[in-house]
């Protein structure tokens, strides 16, 4: 009975899963500047995005972008409370979806572009923002003044945090007036991914 229950879960988690990366998969057709990935994060990717989370930094946690929740789950597991989650996201399907799986947070359907206006009334600084936009669809310029307001609603020294397929930093790197590292590449993600970790080295 126990090996029965065991595979009836893995089933309905194996399910679950594939309806994500048919979602994601319409999205991308549909969409595919704003989706940017064809599946969602892995495991493996999400985990090493929420292990530059301090859960015992207050305040809320922002995600941008955080399509079907695998990094968003990743977080919950690292040791944030969901209800410090705020997650914003521009597909309204995938709106719909979070604040299912995820009723305790705060879901935002807006842009992740224009942080002031849309997370406005925020109301405390941030103890991280976590990134999965698709930043290589933007100008350098608006790739910088989205890290630059996002620096602005956090604590001093806290992290922004975004992954990329490229082997090159996300924001661009010369003259900058931030701190940048680079975790290993994420071998089982597919496709293979790095983690980068920006924070103000101005405060």
């Known amino acids: 009975m126990r090996r029965s229950g065991q595979r009836f879960v893995k089933r309905i988690a194996a399910e679950a899963q594939l309806e994500d990366e048919a979602r994601f998969l319409k ?8 989706t940017g990935a064809v599946y969602p994060s892995g495991k493996a990717l999400a985990r090493m ?15 941008l972008g955080p399509g079907t929740g695998p990094v968003t789950e990743a977080l919950i597991t690292r040791g944030i409370a969901e209800e410090r989650l705020v997650l914003v996201e521009f597909n309204p399907d995938f709106c719909r979806l ?3 799986r995820f009723p305790k947070a705060r879901v935002i359907e807006g842009d992740a572009y224009d942080l002031g206006t849309t997370l406005a009334a925020l109301g405390e600084p941030a103890a991280a923002v976590v990134s999965s936009l698709p930043l290589f669809t933007k100008p350098e310029a608006q790739r910088l003044g989205l890290l630059q307001e996002a620096f602005g609603m956090m604590h001093a ?20 007036d931030f701190e940048a590292e680079v975790s290993p590449r994420v071998w089982l993600n597919l496709p293979p991914a790095r983690v980068w970790v920006y924070r103000d080295s101005r405060k």
């Open 27 to 34: 999205s991308w057709f549909d969409k595919p500047l704003v």
């Open 49 to 63: 995005m929420a292990r530059y989370v301090d859960p015992d930094v207050s305040g809320p946690v922002i995600e």
């Open 157 to 176: 020294g806290c992290p922004f945090i975004q992954f990329t397929y490229a082997t090159v930093s996300p924001m661009p790197l010369k003259g900058r």
């Open 98 to 100: 979070l604040r299912k």
